[in-house]
């Protein structure tokens, strides 16, 4: 377990990401998250054995395979808007927690319907800071199409990444802003980006770090979607030997997906309650 007293830049790293492994590991904490992922990844396999059985007959997999993306479409939509509720929900649950005020999740869903139609209008305005920086960077891949040197291509990847980075760092608090202040959308937006410039490296530590305890927690994942592949397909040489094989260990996948929607439930809620911790101390600090 982390130390509670990692202190860089006057935040206390220890106590961000311990806090939020402490968090994360209840039972109260993680089922709403692993529910939701757990009805999609089954979801997904289910569409996705239904397409590979009807493999090999052209009209009906043509069908099968139209069938699913139209299925697949609400049935994403709504797994997106339970996700954003859940999302309100564990910002204000770990940002109480993080003050000491510890309550179940359940505590925090009143208070998520307050914030809702916001936060999707947070997440829409996100989206579409990403897009126009896309836009910007437009005359780059224009560029690339006459000029397809390997210098030009390297500056691209540089410069492309680079925005990308930190317009994402400079996002970074802009949920927990929206949810937990009464700020407007732009008001959030512009709060979000002086917090930013005020504590970059702090916030660039914090990512660093974050991305590191991410790769830890994603080794186990990584380790049995392997152990599964060679062990439950160590046959499969082509797309029917591939049908034959997800038939007959059906139940052993779906246990699978099972297995993977608690890992990645754990990694989003562990993330989603260090975002909420990093906010309380730089933008709620202790006196």
Known sequence: MLSDDIVLM????????????KYAFSVDKILPMFTLYAAMLLFILFMGSIILDSYGATTTFALSLIGSIVLFVPVFVAILLVSTFLVIA?????????????????????????????????????????????????????????DDSI??????????????????????????????????????LKES???????????????????????????????????AIITLAPGVTDIQSLVTTVKAAMHMFAFLMLVIAAIMAYIQVFYMASVSYLYAQLRHPRR
């Open 90 to 146: 564990y910002i204000h649950n770990a940002f109480q927690h993080s003050k000491g005020r510890y309550e179940k999740l359940s505590a925090s869903y009143h208070y998520a319907k307050t914030k809702y139609l916001k936060t999707l209008g947070a997440i829409v305005i996100t989206y579409v800071v990403t897009f126009a920086a896309s836009i910007v960077l437009y005359p780059l891949s224009i560029a690339s199409i006459f």
């Open 193 to 227: 980006f002086g917090t930013f410039r005020k504590n970059i490296k702090a916030i660039v530590i914090y990512s660093l770090i974050w991305i590191v305890m991410a790769m830890i927690l994603i080794v186990p994942l990584m380790l049995i979607v392997l152990i």
């Open 10 to 21: 006057g935040v206390d790293y220890g106590k961000i990401f311990g806090g939020a492994l």
């Open 151 to 188: 210098g030009l291509l390297i500056a691209r990847v540089i410069i492309e990444n680079a925005v990308n980075i930190a317009i994402s760092l400079a996002l970074l608090l802009y949920l927990p802003i929206i949810v937990l202040e009464s700020k407007g959308l732009i008001d959030s």
